[in-house]
């Protein structure tokens, strides 16, 4: 079994940046990607970034310049840098892990979830 553990969220004004962590515990060695994800009030969720175990990351073109992902392989630790936050970002954002090959950013292929940290920007 593998666990993840989402943290980092909070408030940020527009055109400020925010940086989320996401630490996987348990099995790990299943893991093959790690993602995370986001869902606005009311919106289907949505693929924001995700690293391969070999530490390559993939992004959406919508999210390509601004988000970025990372991984500390010693912490067992994935990372989400975002700049130039505005009012659009406000979501909450989900950790993902798949535990088996294919780089996809459909939800329905990622085995586990954690519990979600929430991102507020405001004017």
């Known amino acids: 079994q593998v666990q993840l553990v989402e943290s980092g969220g909070g408030s940020v004004p527009v055109g400020g940046s925010l940086k989320l962590s996401c630490v996987a515990s348990g099995a790990t060695h299943r893991i093959y990607y790690m993602a995370w994800f986001r869902q606005e009030s009311g919106k289907k969720r949505e693929g924001v970034a995700l690293i391969s175990n070999s530490n390559t990351p993939t992004y959406p073109e919508s999210f390509k310049g601004r988000f970025f992902i990372s991984k500390d392989f010693a912490k067992n630790t994935v990372y989400l840098q975002m700049n130039r936050l505005n009012a659009e970002d406000t979501a909450m954002y989900y950790c993902?892990?798949?535990?088996?090959?294919?780089?996809?950013?459909?939800?329905?292929?990622?085995?586990?979830w954690g519990r979600g940290t929430q991102v507020t920007v405001s004017s």
């Open positions: 993902a892990a798949k535990t088996y090959w294919g780089v996809s950013f459909d939800e329905t292929e990622f085995d586990v």
